[in-house]
């Protein structure tokens, strides 16, 4: 497991996890599974329950904004694959002794800002203060939504012959926080526009809208079957995950993936290929291939690019790729390349 860094891989998940979920209660209707964001339980009046937990970060080198904006972030990501916004947040904050309390009031109040801006109210958790606790996670948060039961979309819900859709592009959490933390580097290689871009791009890595704007608010959209938000391992991953889920196989152009000019450039400086990254602000869509191009242009008019990528298949012929006409198998990476890019990047004196 040391050697292993970020979110814990299927191999692992199969072997420490699976089958020990406590006590079975037949209420929940969809609990623990690899490739599933969200736990599902029924409610009386046809109504059901939807929560997802995610770390806190507190990154000194990326900046308490930025560290607030991707704890409440990639949380109400995850919950945005039901096809709902959050609406109760939990958080438990196991906060350094170093923190000063300007830092903390700086850092909670950009919390209590973006949970306001989705519309989410804190409603508990817990907040203290830890010896020795260094690391870039403080603590934890889960957020709730309850919503029509019939209505909630989920991983597992995928069908054969649904198209696979992407919004936005690949990358863009890994590049954007690359590009911010080795500002100096960035600049000197790839020039002050990629700076500032990676900054602006930092901020386009929500994909709650995203997910709202296909699956509807107002009116839900029935051809949305499946989604899954882009975190560790890149679209390659995120898709992948899903298919596992949903028990089904896929077929993915890989040249269809969009790549922006901001990842292209910093990916390309680092050595990584950005469809294999991590990059919340995505969302993989698996929808009734009649209303793929529905679904496009309906994010397309709130201005989110959405690429058709693909298609789903039966779990039989495996999970494929296309690459200039050549077919392969989807390699999924244990552990996403950002990490060792980042690390090797300290290590060589990047600043």
Same mark, same amino acid.
């Given at each position: 497991?040391?050697?292993? +860094?970020? =979110?814990?891989?299927? &191999?692992?998940?199969?072997?420490?996890?699976?089958?020990?979920?406590?006590? %079975?209660?037949?209420? @929940?209707? &969809?609990?623990?599974?690899?490739?599933?964001? @969200?736990?599902?339980?029924?409610?009386?009046?046809? +109504?059901?329950?939807?929560?997802?937990?995610?770390?806190?970060?507190?990154?000194?080198?990326?900046?308490?904004?930025?560290?607030?904006?991707?704890?409440?972030?990639?949380?109400? *990501?995850?919950?945005?694959?039901?096809?709902?916004?959050?609406?109760?947040?939990?958080?438990?904050?196991?906060?350094?002794?170093?923190?000063?309390?300007?830092?903390?009031?700086?850092?909670?109040?950009?919390?209590?800002?973006?949970?306001?801006?989705?519309?989410?109210?804190?409603?508990?958790?817990?907040?203290?203060?830890? =010896?020795?606790?260094?690391?870039?996670f403080a603590g934890g948060g889960t957020l709730l939504t309850i919503a029509p039961e019939e209505e909630i979309v989920c991983a597992t819900g995928a069908q054969v012959g649904d198209s696979i859709l992407i919004t936005k592009?690949?990358?863009?959490?890994?590049?954007?926080?690359?590009?911010?933390?080795?500002?100096?580097?960035?600049?000197?290689?790839?020039?002050?526009?990629?700076?500032?871009?990676?900054?602006?791009?930092?901020? &386009?890595?929500?994909?709650?809208?995203? %997910?709202?704007?296909?699956?509807?608010?107002?009116?839900?959209?029935?051809?949305i079957h499946a989604m899954h938000d882009v975190t560790e391992g890149g679209v390659l991953g995120a898709i992948y995950e899903m298919l596992v889920a949903s028990e089904k196989g896929g077929e993915i152009d890989i040249d269809q993936i969009p790549i922006g *000019?901001?990842?292209?450039?910093?990916?390309?400086?680092?050595? +990584?290929?950005?469809?294999?990254?991590?990059?919340?602000?995505?969302?993989?869509?698996?929808?009734?291939?009649?209303?793929?191009?529905?679904?496009?242009?309906?994010?397309?008019?709130?201005?989110?690019?959405?690429?058709?990528?693909?298609?789903?298949?039966?779990?039989?012929?495996?999970?494929?790729?296309? =690459?200039?006409?050549?077919?392969?198998?989807?390699?999924?990476?244990?552990?996403?390349?950002?990490?060792?890019?980042?690390? *090797?990047?300290? =290590?060589?004196?990047?600043?």
């Open positions: 497991m040391a050697d292993q +860094l970020g =979110k814990i891989n299927f &191999q692992g998940y199969e072997d420490l996890l699976s089958g020990r979920f406590g006590a %079975a209660r037949k209420e @929940v209707i &969809q609990g623990p599974a690899f490739g599933v964001d @969200v736990a599902i339980t029924s409610l009386p009046g046809g +109504l059901a329950l939807a929560a997802t937990s995610d770390p806190l970060s507190l990154i000194p080198s990326l900046g308490l904004q930025e560290s607030a904006w991707l704890s409440v972030h990639l949380m109400a *990501n995850d919950m945005a694959t039901t096809g709902f916004a959050p609406q109760y947040g939990q958080f438990v904050l196991n906060l350094p002794d170093t923190l000063s309390k300007d830092d903390f009031n700086t850092y909670w109040s950009f919390i209590d800002q973006y949970c306001k801006e989705i519309g989410v109210a804190i409603t508990g958790g817990h907040t203290g203060f830890v =010896k020795g606790q260094n690391s870039t592009s690949c990358g863009l959490t890994a590049t954007a926080i690359l590009g911010m933390s080795f500002p100096e580097t960035i600049k000197q290689k790839l020039g002050v526009e990629i700076y500032h871009s990676a900054f602006e791009q930092f901020y &386009q890595t929500s994909s709650l809208q995203d %997910a709202l704007c296909a699956a509807g608010t107002d009116k839900k959209y029935p051809e *000019n901001v990842a292209a450039a910093i990916s390309g400086l680092f050595g +990584l290929d950005p469809r294999y990254c991590v990059g919340a602000g995505s969302m993989i869509i698996a929808c009734d291939p009649e209303k793929a191009t529905d679904v496009i242009c309906r994010l397309a008019s709130t201005g989110i690019l959405c690429t058709e990528v693909g298609k789903i298949t039966d779990a039989k012929a495996g999970i494929q790729i296309q =690459k200039s006409g050549v077919t392969s198998p989807l390699v999924y990476l244990e552990t996403d390349p950002y990490w060792a890019a980042y690390f *090797n990047a300290l =290590k060589e004196g990047w600043k």
